[in-house]
């Protein structure tokens, strides 16, 4: 059976509902899916926060592999949130454990998570 596009959008659903819950349960009940936005969206997790400010998380449930335009579009909906960083969630084949679940990050980001001052994007 292939994929049409209402099931990837269901698939797609069901990853940030499944990553949304995990993290609500694990960091802070706040946290939960965002509803789309359009043009100005401002990623598909709200609530989190590090150092007093926003963090926008980005999840990709996709067969295939795009991490500069992930990053790309984490960093241009984190600006949308006026967001420290954007980080991506990508789903990992053959494993349903949101835990187990990939991070993508620049290490400008990964350093401002560590304590670094603020990074910046010139990408």
Do not use: C
């Amino acid at each position: 059976m292939s994929r049409t596009r209402a099931s990837a959008r269901a698939a797609g659903a069901r990853f940030e509902r499944q990553i949304a819950d995990w993290l609500a349960e694990h960091l802070d009940d706040r946290i939960d899916r965002r509803v789309k936005t359009g043009s100005k969206d401002r990623g598909d997790i709200g609530g989190v926060r590090h150092r007093g400010r926003r963090v926008v998380l980005e999840l990709k449930d996709t067969a295939r592999t795009d991490l500069a335009g992930w990053i790309r579009e984490a960093h241009l909906e984190a600006g949308n949130d006026d967001a420290a960083i954007g980080a991506v969630i990508a789903k990992r084949r053959g494993t349903a454990d949101p835990a187990e679940q990939w991070v993508h990050m620049t290490v400008a980001d990964l350093a401002w998570l560590l304590g670094a001052d603020h990074p910046t994007y010139d990408e």
